[in-house]
Each structure stands twice: as C-alpha cells, then as structure tokens.
C-alpha cells in the first residue's frame, strides 16, 4: 500500500509539475517530425495483463516498417531530437501516465512485448509478479543497451541469449526482495546517472 501510494503522488506530482516540460516536447515532435507524438505499444504487465505502454516518439516515421517493432541496436530510426530525448531519458516521462493508471510503478521490472515474455516463460511467470516499472537495477546496469547492441553483428540473438537472461535476473531478485526503501535508492541511483551525463 504504501508503495502504491508512493506511485500515485510521485507520478502525479511529476505530471503537473513537469506539465511545461511535457508541452514543450510535444511541440518540439510535432514541428520537426512528421507522424504521431507518442509510441504507444503493448505491454505485458502485473499478473500477465496487457496495458498500452507510453513513451515520446524518438524514430523517424519513415523508419518504422513495422510499428512497435523492436530492432536491438539500430540507431539509425533515432531522430536528432530522439537522441536527445533519449540521453536525458526524456521519451519516458509519458510512463508517468502509466504510473498513475497502476499499469506500472516507479520502480520495477521493464515491461516486454509478449515476445520475449514467451521466450523465457518460467522465469517471466515470477516476474510478473509485481508492477513493471520506469527504472530498476537492470536498466542502471544496461543503461547502454543500445550502443552494446548496436556494436553485435546480430543484436537480436545477443539480446535474447545474452542480455534478457542478465535482466531477468535482476527482475526475479527484484520480484522476491523488493522493499520500499531500496525503491528510494534505484530512484536515487538513477538521478544520479542521468544528471551526471
């Protein structure tokens, strides 16, 4: 309950106070990117529920040939604002909607697409558990996912082999362990590395 309650106020705090912020980006997709505003793709969440994740666009339209597909390590769909969304973690912001909703929470698991949920579906089962979250260990930990990705000359193996199994192990420690005082330290943890960039 009470991380719950620490989701509701913080997430809608965040909305209103963020709220210039929020505007200011909307404008800045709108004029210098033709299509939507938003990326908004299915989710799995808490107890195997789908929920419409929300993110700000940061590709080229011209670059989706499929949309909310996930193509690990290319960089090339990323706009120049994209880029910079992206650095500052900026394209998440929107999630605080899904924070408010109880889709997710500040701190937990990143929620997958439906594919890698059925690539490792016994250790999902345990994951899914609790909320997905904006931030946890495994996002500090692969903070550079796509520039490690991007480096692979078949990133779509070396994330399905490689980096979900690494973060489903954060994600099953996190499921079994989770307190609220180690919520406040991820969250502390991750403003320190986006403000130090």
């Given amino acids: 309950?009470?991380?719950r309650l620490f989701d509701v106020c913080f997430s809608f705090l965040g909305l209103v106070i963020l709220s210039p912020l929020f505007l200011s980006i909307i404008a800045l997709i709108f004029f210098?990117?033709?299509g939507k505003v938003f990326f908004i793709q299915p989710r799995v969440g808490r107890g195997g529920q789908i929920?419409?994740?929300y993110k700000f666009r940061t590709m080229c339209k011209a670059s989706l040939k499929v949309e909310g597909?996930?193509?690990?390590?290319?960089?090339?769909?990323?706009?120049?604002?994209g880029k910079l969304l992206r650095k500052y973690k900026l394209d998440e912001l929107?999630?605080?909607?899904?924070?408010f909703k109880g889709d997710m929470s500040l701190v937990g698991p990143r929620p997958e697409t439906q594919e890698w949920?059925?690539?490792?579906?016994?250790q999902w089962e345990i994951v899914l558990n609790v909320r997905p979250g904006i931030t946890d260990n495994a996002s500090i930990e692969f903070r550079n996912e796509e520039d490690i990705l991007a480096a692979c000359e078949n990133p779509a193996e070396i994330y399905r082999n490689v980096i979900l199994p690494k973060k489903l192990e954060y994600y099953t420690i996190y499921a079994k362990q989770?307190?609220?005082l180690r919520d406040i330290l991820i969250i502390l943890k991750t403003f320190i590395i986006i403000f130090s960039k």
């Fill in 1 to 3: 309950m009470l991380k």
């Fill in 32 to 34: 210098t990117m033709q």
């Fill in 51 to 53: 929920f419409q994740f």
């Fill in 69 to 81: 597909a996930f193509n690990p390590g290319d960089k090339s769909r990323i706009t120049h604002l």
């Fill in 94 to 99: 929107p999630q605080l909607y899904n924070v």
């Fill in 117 to 122: 949920i059925n690539a490792y579906p016994e």
């Fill in 178 to 180: 989770h307190t609220f």
